[in-house]
């Protein structure tokens, strides 16, 4: 199959596909496979935020330095993003049921071993493995219900895949806090292997493995190497720039090199007879426009997110199960918006919810830099939760216009493109607001310190007080007299708040020019390829 024989699938009306005979009983029935599938997915999205809140506890059981610990979420996001889209195409060419439920065992594995690992060493390594089995996992959930769902019952099943995604990205916070406060960190970990073993027993139970016709059967050796390298050094480089600093010479080089094998893989993937990404799939606009709007969208709401966490905990004192329970408006109407998104995009298509989502994201990230160090929980509140009920839509019409614009044997993939584009976003986001947010602090600390008649610094230590006020903490040396120590807190507030307020200005702007690009959606033109399930 050559890229041009997959781009005329994409562009024109769906071949007939074989249609399996209606589900009786349990396997294959629709919407057990969505239930069976959203335990996996809860158990990989929750893993996301529920870490960071055992970090300090991992660090001091495990005399783990801070650099080390950094590590425990790299390492996993480095291999959740590098191999989402190969993960895709496993799928594909092995079945999304075998992937899936690989996934699952993986992941559920390696999670029971992070409990009883007893180094730091062994804490990084199998979070690694995580990843890897993550990235197994998370498109072949996507496949799975792709296959399952005819069209115009797939953007509600998305919409509750997505509510269940959101739910679990925001409650792992609280959930995690709840753990390592009353229990240990170990059972941060632990509580994944029932889980798993409750998707595995469901998986085999339930799960139907649909294949296309006409699905992959080669591997393209090269542009798997060629891609992963790319997008290893693409990540690499955005975790690694705050620390390095975006003129440093090794920064710069992860860049180039990830744009010299993006290339060359563009070159590769127009001579082999079975491409990984058939590139001709990108002349599908609505595929490319929902690509990139999920890039956009995880910039602004990821990167924006990053410093209210921050804001909550640094500025207001809250510990971290209040700071995510103060975030649950935003959780509330994801979990409620995604369901009624997915209805809405069925009955309009998405080019309008997705546009007034986004228009909805850019007016909470403006409120959102009107913050201040004062702001009541009902302020914060009213934009947490127009910032959910934005994202609903954008996390549900994205996804189906990804996925749905792709043929049948290349959902894998799409799948794939739609975890990659939103990690890529995550990544940005915090990267690129992050410089942001350090600019504005580097270039107003200093006249702050000053007009607030604070003992001078010398370069060091003003550097040193930069770091620590992007975080929104004071820098109060030991032993500093109440009077001062309040005085310097409250300028270190101040300072951070300044930041956080531009940082979410730019990301407003990202989510309108959003708005624009979600105006190039439409519904998919395959989706009718994976009405497996007609019989609903």
Same mark, same amino acid.
């Given at each position: *199959?050559?890229?041009?024989?997959?781009?005329?699938?994409?562009?024109?009306?769906?071949?007939?596909?074989?249609?399996?005979?209606?589900?009786?009983?349990?396997?294959?029935?629709?919407? /057990?496979?969505?239930?069976?599938?959203?335990?996996?997915?809860?158990?990989?999205?929750?893993?996301?935020?529920?870490?960071?809140?055992?970090?300090?506890?991992?660090?001091?059981? @495990?005399?783990?330095?801070?650099?080390?610990?950094?590590?425990?979420?790299? =390492?996993?996001?480095? $291999?959740?993003?590098?191999?989402?889209?190969? $993960?895709?195409? @496993?799928?594909?060419?092995?079945?999304?049921?075998?992937?899936?439920?690989?996934?699952?065992?993986?992941?559920?594995?390696?999670?029971?071993?992070?409990?009883?690992?007893?180094?730091?060493?062994?804490?990084?390594?199998?979070?690694?493995?995580?990843?890897?089995?993550? &990235?197994?996992?998370?498109?072949?959930?996507?496949?799975?219900?792709?296959?399952?769902?005819?069209?115009?019952?797939?953007?509600?099943?998305?919409?509750?895949?997505?509510?269940?995604?959101?739910?679990?990205?925001?409650?792992?916070?609280?959930?995690?806090? /709840?753990? %390592?406060?009353?229990?240990?960190?170990?059972?941060?970990?632990?509580?994944?292997?029932?889980?798993?073993?409750?998707?595995? %027993?469901?998986?085999?139970?339930?799960?139907?493995?649909?294949?296309?016709?006409?699905?992959?059967?080669?591997?393209?050796?090269?542009?798997?190497?060629?891609?992963?390298?790319? *997008?290893?050094?693409? %990540?690499?480089?955005?975790?690694?720039?705050?620390?390095?600093?975006?003129?440093?010479?090794?920064?710069?080089?992860?860049?180039?090199?990830?744009?010299?094998?993006?290339?060359?893989?563009?070159?590769?993937?127009?001579?082999?007879?079975?491409? /990984?990404?058939?590139? $001709?799939?990108?002349?599908?606009?609505?595929?490319?426009?929902?690509?990139?709007?999920?890039?956009?969208?995880?910039?602004?709401?990821?990167?924006?997110?990053?410093?209210?966490?921050?804001?909550?905990?640094?500025?207001?004192? *809250?510990?971290?199960?209040?700071?995510?329970?103060?975030?649950?408006?935003?959780?509330?109407?994801?979990?409620?918006?995604?369901?009624?998104?997915?209805?809405?995009?069925?009955?309009?298509?998405?080019?309008?919810?997705?546009?007034?989502?986004?228009?909805?994201?850019?007016?909470?990230?403006?409120?959102?830099?009107?913050?201040?160090? =004062?702001?009541?929980?009902?302020?914060?509140?009213?934009?947490?939760?127009?910032?959910?009920?934005?994202?609903?839509?954008?996390?549900?019409?994205?996804?189906?216009?990804?996925? =749905?614009?792709?043929?049948?044997?290349?959902?894998?993939?799409?799948?794939?493109?739609?975890?990659?584009?939103?990690?890529?976003?995550?990544? @940005?986001?915090?990267?690129?607001?992050?410089?942001?947010?350090?600019?504005?602090?580097?270039?107003?600390?200093?006249?702050?310190?000053?007009?607030?008649?604070?003992?001078?610094?010398?370069?060091?230590?003003?550097?040193?007080?930069?770091?620590?006020?992007?975080?929104?903490?004071?820098?109060?040396?030991?032993?500093?007299?109440?009077?001062? &120590?309040?005085?310097?807190?409250?300028?270190?507030?101040?300072?951070?708040?300044?930041?956080?307020?531009?940082?979410?200005?730019?990301?407003?702007?990202?989510? %309108?020019?959003?708005?624009?690009?979600?105006?190039?959606?439409?519904?998919?033109?395959? &989706?009718? &390829?994976?009405?497996?399930?007609?019989?609903?």
């Amino acid at each position: *199959m050559t890229s041009q024989t997959t781009v005329d699938k994409a562009d024109k009306a769906p071949e007939p596909v074989s249609v399996p005979a209606p589900a009786k009983g349990l396997r294959g029935h629709p919407w /057990l496979t969505l239930f069976s599938v959203a335990i996996g997915v809860m158990m990989v999205a929750l893993d996301g935020t529920i870490v960071a809140i055992a970090n300090p506890a991992i660090q001091k059981d @495990l005399g783990a330095s801070f650099a080390d610990v950094q590590w425990i979420t790299n =390492g996993y996001f480095l $291999a959740l993003a590098v191999t989402l889209i190969t $993960a895709g195409k @496993l799928g594909d060419r092995f079945g999304h049921r075998q992937t899936f439920l690989i996934g699952v065992i993986g992941f559920a594995a390696a999670s029971g071993a992070i409990g009883l690992s007893d180094s730091i060493a062994l804490v990084v390594t199998f979070r690694v493995f995580q990843g890897l089995f993550g &990235a197994l996992l998370m498109p072949a959930a996507l496949g799975l219900l792709r296959a399952t769902f005819p069209a115009e019952k797939l953007n509600m099943a998305i919409g509750i895949w997505g509510m269940v995604i959101g739910a679990s990205t925001a409650g792992g916070p609280i959930l995690g806090g /709840l753990l %390592v406060q009353h229990v240990s960190w170990q059972s941060v970990f632990f509580i994944n292997v029932p889980v798993g073993v409750i998707a595995l %027993v469901l998986g085999l139970l339930i799960l139907k493995d649909h294949r296309a016709e006409n699905a992959p059967r080669s591997f393209d050796i090269l542009g798997i190497v060629l891609l992963s390298v790319a *997008m290893f050094s693409l %990540v690499w480089a955005l975790i690694k720039a705050p620390a390095w600093g975006w003129g440093d010479g090794l920064t710069w080089t992860f860049l180039a090199a990830s744009a010299l094998c993006f290339a060359l893989f563009a070159i590769w993937e127009t001579r082999v007879k079975e491409p /990984l990404i058939p590139l $001709a799939l990108f002349r599908s606009v609505p595929l490319s426009a929902g690509v990139v709007l999920m890039v956009l969208m995880a910039i602004a709401f990821m990167g924006g997110l990053f410093f209210v966490t921050f804001y909550l905990q640094n500025v207001h004192g *809250m510990s971290p199960v209040d700071s995510g329970l103060h975030l649950l408006p935003l959780t509330g109407m994801m979990i409620v918006g995604s369901p009624l998104a997915g209805a809405m995009i069925t009955k309009v298509g998405p080019r309008i919810p997705l546009a007034g989502g986004m228009l909805l994201t850019a007016v909470a990230m403006y409120g959102m830099s009107t913050l201040e160090s =004062g702001t009541g929980s009902g302020a914060m509140s009213l934009w947490f939760a127009l910032l959910g009920l934005g994202l609903a839509p954008v996390m549900v019409g994205a996804t189906e216009v990804i996925v =749905g614009n792709a043929p049948m044997e290349l959902s894998g993939v799409a799948g794939g493109l739609q975890q990659a584009a939103m990690q890529i976003g995550g990544s @940005l986001g915090t990267a690129v607001l992050g410089a942001v947010m350090a600019s504005k602090v580097d270039n107003d600390l200093a006249g702050n310190w000053t007009d607030a008649k604070l003992p001078p610094l010398t370069p060091a230590q003003l550097d040193q007080a930069s770091e620590a006020v992007q975080v929104g903490v004071g820098p109060v040396p030991k032993g500093t007299p109440p009077e001062l &120590a309040e005085k310097i807190t409250s300028v270190a507030h101040d300072t951070f708040i300044s930041g956080m307020s531009l940082a979410c200005l730019v990301a407003a702007g990202v989510a %309108v020019v959003a708005i624009f690009v979600a105006l190039l959606t439409k519904r998919g033109t395959n &989706a009718e &390829a994976g009405a497996g399930a007609a019989h609903i």
